[in-house]
């Protein structure tokens, strides 16, 4: 009898495991989950296409926060098996960008995340640009590269200085001695000095309230060299140039230039070739010399100098006949001072003079090069003196008879008073 009621009890207790395992009364269900591997991917700014594991025992939907993030399938089924959600990036053109994968069950209750990100567009192309243009860059893209190309001055012991270039002027704050990227700034480089032409690239940002290059490297350096006028090109006689339609080719030295001036002589359509030591309310002391072109006088009959100048805010005429002058060189040799008499107006002014005719009859047959030099003294107010026009010509005025007997001779036949 005690037997009996052991295999009794044994096969009520197997009834309930059995019960149990098949989810009958009494059991617990298997939970419900939704589970996604990894929890974050990145992409290059290329773009492309990755996978994530979804295992998910109840039906679910995915989703991405943002449209440039693509999910496929967008729903699946309940599963006992982990289910493959391809994620696909497109070709980022901008900054950095991050965006939310989200999986979840139907009802919403249930979810896992997946967190994108994909790295900024960073272009390999150099933009070429010049001073001016890059200071009117609005709103630059933040990794994009500028090359350009210009003098250094005002350079400071922390390597910032101004790039002057014919356009202007552009802050650079410091050189890197290559390439270290984005964010990486550099100092002083022993190896670049004041008035040195240099070839830089960097990124453009506002610092300060001007558009500055920043994160930039040295590309090629040129030590600064006083110019040396003989490299101006040669052109044959006669010779007109005008500077307020093109530089001329000129060659521009300046023996005394304080850093504060970006240049001392500058040209603009309305003045020519204009050089002035005043600058932000003060006069400095300077020294500056235009060199023209050469000109080959050969086959030149009665050749004479002429130009058309401007001169203004000097203390006085007779200060801007000292503070001014013209020389001339022959051949490649040592400039000399031409004497120049009336070629200066009775007072200062906006007004154009024209010079008076300079003879050149003693080098008829040589290669000259004239010498427009400006000076300034800081204990007097520093004047401007333009150069506008430039000519190597013959002298048309006409001469009287080789047996001339005086004033008479005007009126013989064939004179014409107004030549």
């Not at 006669?238 to 001392?264: E, H, K, M, Q, S």
Request: glycine share 10%; aromatic share 10%; hydrophobic share 35%.
């Amino acid at each position: 009898m005690k037997a009996i009621k052991i295999l009794s009890s044994l096969a009520s207790a197997a009834l309930v495991l059995s019960l149990t395992a098949c989810g009958g009364s009494g059991g617990d269900k298997e939970t419900p989950s939704v589970r996604v591997s990894p929890s974050s991917l990145t992409f290059s700014d290329a773009g492309g296409s990755q996978t994530v594991s979804v295992t998910a025992n109840v039906d679910w939907s995915a989703s991405s926060s943002d449209s440039w993030v693509t999910v496929s399938p967008a729903t699946g089924k309940s599963s006992g098996t982990a289910q493959q959600l391809s994620v696909t990036v497109g070709k980022n053109s901008s900054l950095d960008r991050n965006a939310t994968i989200t999986v979840k069950s139907i009802d919403g209750t249930l979810s896992g995340t997946v967190a994108v990100t994909q790295t900024a567009y960073m272009p390999t192309e150099i933009n070429d640009i010049t001073a001016k243009n890059a200071a009117a860059v609005s709103n630059p893209y933040k990794y994009q590269k500028y090359r350009l190309s210009g003098t250094v001055k005002g350079l400071q012991g922390n390597g910032s200085f101004n790039l002057i270039d014919d356009s202007g002027s552009l802050p650079v704050a410091g050189l890197n001695a290559s390439d270290a990227g984005y964010g990486k700034q550099g100092g002083a480089l022993s190896n670049v000095k004041e008035r040195d032409n240099v070839t830089v690239v960097g990124y453009l940002e506002q610092v300060g309230g001007k558009m500055t290059l920043v994160y930039a490297y040295l590309e090629k350096v040129d030590s600064y060299v006083e110019p040396d006028p003989s490299t101006a090109a040669t052109k044959n006689f006669p010779y007109t140039v005008d500077y307020t339609a093109a530089d001329g080719g000129v060659v521009i030295n300046n023996p005394a230039f304080p850093l504060v001036f970006d240049a001392i002589w500058t040209r603009s359509s309305s003045t020519g070739w204009q050089a002035s030591g005043y600058t932000d309310g003060t006069s400095y002391t300077t020294e500056s010399w235009l060199y023209t072109e050469k000109v080959n006088l050969s086959g030149a009959k009665k050749p004479i100098l002429v130009f058309d100048h401007i001169v203004r805010n000097f203390n006085d005429i007779e200060t801007a006949k000292d503070q001014t002058s013209v020389w001339i060189s022959v051949d490649g040799g040592k400039f000399h001072k031409l004497a120049v008499s009336f070629s200066y107006p009775d007072e200062q002014g906006s007004s154009v003079m024209t010079s008076e005719n300079v003879g050149l009859s003693s080098y008829i047959g040589k290669t000259v090069q004239f010498g427009f030099k400006y000076v300034s003294d800081q204990a007097k107010e520093a004047g401007t003196w333009c150069i506008l026009k430039v000519q190597a010509i013959e002298d048309e005025e006409p001469e009287q008879p080789g047996d001339s007997g005086g004033a008479e001779d005007y009126d013989k036949p064939g004179w014409d008073w107004n030549n």
